[in-house]
């Protein structure tokens, strides 16, 4: 994206998570209620976890230049909607990088891939790698957790054993309790690959909320109304618009 786009807004019940590519012309500005105002710059990766609420607001640090990335949100059990919010991120060099003499490499933003953990913890684990094929790489999605593959440039097959696979760039594909998964190209592809615990839990969402029943939506309509989600200034006049 390019220029303001997102005013400040509440969140609650989840995690945002943000991911600057390499490739990223213009660095990510993160500000919230807690006292955070950040800027990432390519390859860094940064964890909104809302909990009982937060407000917060990001947006490309040039005005000029595309901020090219992807954002996701990571559901919190019952036992996590409420705790105190919190922002972590990671810049790019801080992130482990898994290579292999073929040329393919890792970059392990959260989670585990063979003997390379990300130092971020999240209250609810998942698994985010940011992959470069070259030939071929490995991942699984274990019996209930579900996996996410999108292709950010190239074209990758996906197998595992039975079933083939092929996405280009801009598609992705929802994987459920797949295992073993090969991802193969014949030239260069990038693609992001998700994965995360299956939570039994009912999900009812509003908006910026998300929650496990009516009446904790309406408590978290309640606590942003009135304030206990934080403030956070108006940057409006600082961008001209």
Not at 51 to 67: A, F, K, M, N, R
Not at 144 to 164: C, K, M, P, R
Not at 182 to 188: E, G, P, Q, Y
Request: glycine share 10%; net charge negative; charged share 15%.
């Amino acid at each position: 994206m390019r220029g303001h786009r997102f005013p400040a807004h509440p969140h609650a019940g989840f995690s945002a998570v943000s991911y600057v590519f390499e490739d990223s012309a213009s660095s990510l500005r993160v500000l919230d209620s807690t006292g955070n105002d950040i800027q990432l710059g390519a390859g860094s990766i940064v964890r909104t976890q809302a909990g009982s609420g937060i407000l917060h607001q990001e947006l490309p640090v040039s005005g000029e230049h595309e901020l090219h990335g992807i954002q996701f949100f990571v559901n919190l059990r019952s036992t996590n909607k409420q705790l105190a919010p919190q922002t972590w991120w990671l810049d790019g060099k801080a992130l482990p990088v898994w290579r292999n003499t073929k040329g393919d490499s890792v970059r392990v933003a959260v989670g585990q891939y063979q003997e390379l953990a990300s130092p971020l913890r999240p209250a609810e684990p998942f698994t985010m790698l940011d992959m470069d094929v070259h030939s071929e790489l490995d991942v699984s999605v274990p019996p209930d957790q579900h996996g996410f593959v999108y292709v950010q440039s190239g074209e990758i097959s996906l197998h595992n054993g039975a079933d083939t696979v092929s996405l280009q760039s801009g598609q992705g594909v929802h994987l459920v309790g797949t295992g073993h998964i090969r991802m193969a190209t014949d030239s260069r592809a990038r693609a992001v690959f998700l994965c995360g615990q299956t939570i039994h839990e009912t999900v009812v969402m509003l908006g910026p909320f998300v929650m496990n029943n009516q009446q904790q939506i309406e408590t978290a309509i309640q606590r942003y109304h009135s304030g206990r989600m934080g403030q956070m200034p108006s940057l409006s006049q600082e961008h001209g618009i």
